[in-house]
T-cell receptor, first 114, second 113 residues
């Protein structure tokens, strides 16, 4: 069964460093998403991406964040200068279309900012 | 703004007992509703979805949920709990035509032998 793949499973970084989280969405999907879950809190939407541009973003997704689809398979989330409060589990998701919006999630990347 | 409330951050039931996980949403129009399950060290897996067809929705692993517009609820049930059902369960909602999912805070289900 097709699945969303995220790498790495755990990323440790120093405050102020840049990190790139990687995702390989399901191959025939056209919509891509990033969510995060701070420990003990809700899963929160960050951004959605379609046709090589951001289609929706939350207030959390400020100038420190960027997304990119550098080739036909990868979808990345970059945090330019990490802060302690960026420590969270980051989930990538993809969906075939916007109709019914059935999103399939990866296993997540745990980001620890020290 | 859309919001989702899951009553009970932790639910514990005995093996073979009924599982009931509660979810209420706020929306002026019927949205799309989802239940996801997260097993330890795994991603979010779709259990079932409501997208304005039948109000009683059947999902995987024997789970089902009923959409009740009058109560703005979408509670998840399973008649007989199994040890393998132990996981975290998330209710989520999206407005028709919108892309983002809004999640509840999750309910951790524990099954007692």
């Amino acid at each position: 069964e097709p699945e969303v793949t995220q790498t790495p499973s755990h990323q440790v970084t120093q405050m102020g460093q840049e990190v790139i989280l990687r995702c390989v969405p399901i191959s025939n999907h056209l919509y891509f998403y990033w969510y995060r879950q701070i420990l003990g809190q809700k899963v929160e939407f960050l951004v959605s991406f379609y046709n090589n541009e951001i289609s929706e973003k939350s207030e959390i997704f400020d100038d420190q964040f960027s997304v990119e689809r550098p080739d036909g398979s990868n979808f990345t989330l970059k945090i330019r200068s990490t802060k302690l409060e960026d420590s969270a589990m980051y989930f990538c998701a993809s969906s075939e279309g916007a109709f019914e919006n059935i999103q399939y999630f990866g296993a997540g990347t745990r980001l620890s900012v020290l | 703004a859309q919001s989702v409330t899951q009553l009970g951050s932790h639910v514990s039931v005995s093996e073979g007992a009924l599982v009931l996980l509660r979810c209420n949403y706020s929306s002026s129009v019927p949205p799309y509703l989802f239940w996801y399950v997260q097993y330890p060290n795994q991603g979010l897996q779709l259990l079932l979805k409501y997208t304005s067809a039948a109000t009683l929705v059947k999902g995987i692993n024997g789970f089902e949920a009923e959409f009740k517009k009058s109560e703005t609820s979408f509670h998840l049930t399973k008649p007989s709990a199994h040890m393998s059902d132990a996981a975290e369960y998330f209710c989520a909602v999206s407005e028709v035509g919108a892309q983002k999912l809004v999640f509840g805070q999750g309910t951790r289900l524990t099954i007692n032998p």
